[in-house]
């Protein structure tokens, strides 16, 4: 059974539009993170949280929003969609933000979003 | 900022032949955590290997990468290529663990048999 479940596994949106992902992770992990991965683009990191707490932003845009309700939660908010945004956004966790070792992320199955 | 280099984008090798994928970085920190992550078509990108040790080799599923600060790479090795490594594989820095990954560009692996 999938230990990070990402909803939903495709998207279509229409330009302008608004669209929330959702991840949702089951591995009791402290830290939850944003990926994303385009055509033009490697993996590349967006955000990340520590207890429900944002600690790094690296997406220059607004329009990007992560929201957690719950420390197992964190959803994506994508307003004013722009075909730019067409990639695959990854969740990811890991046990905590800072670690005495290396800090693994675990990657969900991610959510393939096309903006048209 | 960091940044990562894997030189080769696209790697073509014949079933038992050995794999060697290259990977460089920069970083202006002196202890960086260097990862291997492998992603297979339409799955999610999986861990395969990591270190922080300086000329230490790590080892998992056949495949082995060793970090070394002096020349800041840390390639991926394996001594005979299986039909079933054929995927992405992605180098990727963390400078001071915080899950905060950069990665490199990707090398896709064709393994033939």
């Known amino acids: 059974d999938p230990k990070i479940i990402q909803k939903p596994k495709y998207l279509v949106a229409v330009t302008g539009s608004e669209k929330i992902l959702i991840c949702e992770q089951y591995l009791g992990h402290n830290a939850m993170y944003w990926y994303r991965q385009s055509a033009k683009k490697p993996l590349e990191f967006m955000f990340s949280y520590s207890y429900q707490k944002l600690m790094d932003n690296q997406t220059a845009s607004s329009r990007f929003q992560p929201q957690s309700s719950k420390k197992n939660h964190l959803d994506l908010q994508i307003t004013a969609l722009k075909p730019d945004d067409s990639a695959t956004y990854f969740c990811a966790s890991s046990q905590d933000y800072r670690e005495g070792s290396q800090n693994t992320l675990y990657f969900g199955a991610g959510t393939r979003l096309s903006v048209l | 900022g960091d940044s990562v280099t894997q030189t080769e984008g696209l790697v073509t090798l014949t079933e038992g032949l050995p794999v060697m994928l290259n990977c460089t970085y920069q970083t202006i920190y002196s202890n960086p955590f260097l990862f291997w992550y492998v992603q297979h078509l339409n799955e999610s990108p999986r861990l395969l290997l990591k270190?922080?040790?300086?000329?230490k080799r790590t080892e998992h599923q056949g495949f082995h990468a060793t970090l070394h600060k002096s020349s800041s790479s840390f390639h991926l090795q394996k001594s005979s290529a299986q039909l079933s490594d054929s995927a992405l594989y992605y180098c990727?820095?963390?400078?001071?663990?915080?899950?905060?990954?950069?990665f490199g560009d990707g090398t896709v692996l064709t393994v033939k048999p």
């Open positions: 990727a820095l963390d400078n001071t663990n915080t899950g905060k990954l950069t």
């Open positions: 270190s922080f040790t300086d000329n």
